[in-house]
């Protein structure tokens, strides 16, 4: 049972797509909404005026000179028709209006203006459905073609499966509305024309009207379907584009960084041997002896940050590829605890199931989660409980949580601890945190920290799926 619900929870996120860019939203509506809706709007509502007002479009000429017009309720529907159709040309000239001058407005608000269209259009084919005939008038065909459009248009998962749901019950109950007007016709009439309104009512129990109704509600699902299958495709597409070109940022970038490392660490080793030459060289003044002395640890200390240096650039050898958030975690924690240490810390692991797979080097992001395991161990002095966590974030992201049960970061010190060279250890260089921060940034994610004194720290690392990188100058 509890695989069933496992299934039944992860479903929604499986079918679903993401979060649809607002630039190509924008691109949709301009093209379908605007560029070929408002010309075809403009057709259609011509005709209609016409037909509506001018032509014998509802007469039916099996009653022999009688129409159907004529009667009492299919009169005031096609009333109600011709009222509804007048307040549909007044939205529409006023969306029109606004689609012309779609530059000016934000994206949500045209969602919304592209929404109400689609109602309003749903209710008026409706409308149309009732008054040539409900279940057997040609305007069926119509409701596929609106469901189509609102797939284009409206690319929210959300939105668009209520709009295209909406419109297939709109033909449901505009043909039920159609079969209880034509029956309450048949009570008000002649024999003379009994016989044509008889034949008239459909049966609603008949299967046709049944599979076309489930048609529709098909047809909804299969254009977001579709919709489900194109963004996995694009989604696979920018992935490998991504791809080739982090691998390209990265190696650009250690290369780089193992240049400036090279060209540092040579005139340091030439100093730092001048400098104990010179200490035994000279056997007068200790003050001259001090500062020499000095030199020396200031040269060893910039020699340390430039091997950490060197050893972050080597991080670029590795190649970019598809991360499983659980496994890379698992190998940390067997890095910084192994079994043969038997440090009595105990671990806790709540990892979410069915994670979106991280697109980085692995050297990077195993460089994150070492750092903060390997500060939490420390600050615990080898006691106490880490809790590992993962979960499924907004906008096709991972958030990873680690917790340990040290003695906490004082609240002056937590807006500097991700400060390169900033450390509170005796021998610590300052840039474990620092490369967690910058490894975590280049992906387009974020660290944040909560700490309180006598209750431990929490590092939060959020990383989105899908990302370029991105290389700070």
């Known amino acids: 049972m509890s695989l069933a619900w496992q299934i039944l929870k992860e479903l929604p996120r499986v079918l679903g797509t993401e979060p649809a860019d607002p630039a190509a939203v924008r691109t949709r509506i301009r093209y379908m909404e605007r560029n070929v809706g408002l010309p075809v709007r403009a057709i259609i509502i011509l005709l209609l005026f016409y037909y509506l007002f001018f032509s ?8 022999a000179g009688d129409t159907l ?22 939205v529409n000239t006023g969306a029109a209006s606004l689609l012309i001058g779609m530059r000016q407005l934000p994206t949500l608000w045209l969602q919304r203006l592209v929404f109400l269209l689609g109602i ?6 409706a409308a149309l459905d ?44 505009a043909g039920f509305a159609d079969a209880l007007i034509t ?14 309104l008889q034949s008239s009512v459909p049966d609603l129990g008949a299967e046709p009207y049944v599979l076309r109704f489930l048609l529709l509600i098909l047809m909804t699902f299969c254009c977001y379907g579709v919709q489900v299958l194109l963004d996995k495709q694009r989604r696979v597409e920018e992935e490998a584009r991504e791809f080739a070109l982090r691998q390209q940022q990265l190696q650009a970038t250690g290369r780089l960084a193992a240049e400036i490392a090279h060209q540092l660490k040579n005139p340091l080793g030439i100093i730092n041997n001048a400098a104990f030459t010179l200490q035994r060289t000279v056997k007068e003044g200790k003050t001259i002896t001090q500062q020499i002395q000095m030199i020396r640890e200031e040269v060893e200390r910039s020699d340390r ?19 499983s958030v659980s496994e890379v975690l698992d190998h940390a924690l067997e890095q910084v605890f192994p079994r043969a240490a038997k440090y009595e810390i105990e671990v806790e692991r709540n990892y979410a199931p069915a994670l979106p797979l991280l697109l980085m080097q692995r050297s990077h992001i195993s460089e994150v989660f070492t750092n903060i395991l390997i500060n939490a161990r420390e600050a615990m002095n080898g006691k106490g409980k880490i809790t590992v966590s993962t979960a499924y974030g907004k906008s096709y992201s991972v958030v990873i949580a680690i917790a340990d049960t040290g003695p906490g ?65």
């Open 56 to 63: 014998k479009w509802f007469e039916d000429p099996t009653l």
């Open 69 to 90: 017009a004529d009667i009492p309720p299919r009169e005031m529907i096609l009333d109600l028709v011709r009222r509804f159709f007048l307040i549909y040309v007044v």
């Open 183 to 196: 029956k309450w016709e048949l009570e008000m009439v002649d024999d003379r024309i009994l016989p044509a």
């Open 305 to 323: 940050i430039i091997t950490d240096l060197m050893g972050y650039a080597r991080l670029s050898e590795g190649r970019v590829e598809k991360l």
């Open 409 to 473: 970061i004082p609240q002056d010190k937590l807006p500097k601890i991700f400060e390169p060279y900033f450390t509170t250890k005796e021998k610590g260089t300052g840039l474990g945190l620092a490369i967690v921060k910058h490894n975590t940034e280049i992906y387009g994610g974020a660290v944040e920290v909560e700490s309180e004194l006598g209750k431990g720290t929490r590092f939060t690392i959020k990383l989105p799926a899908r990302t370029l990188i991105k290389i700070r100058r």
């Open 120 to 125: 309003f259009d749903a209710f008026g084919v």
């Open 130 to 173: 009732i008054a040539t005939g409900g279940f057997d008038s040609i305007l069926y065909w119509v409701f596929f073609g609106v469901i189509i459009r609102n797939a284009i248009s409206t690319p929210e998962a959300s939105r668009q499966i209520v709009l295209n749901l909406v419109t297939s019950v709109s033909y449901l109950l």
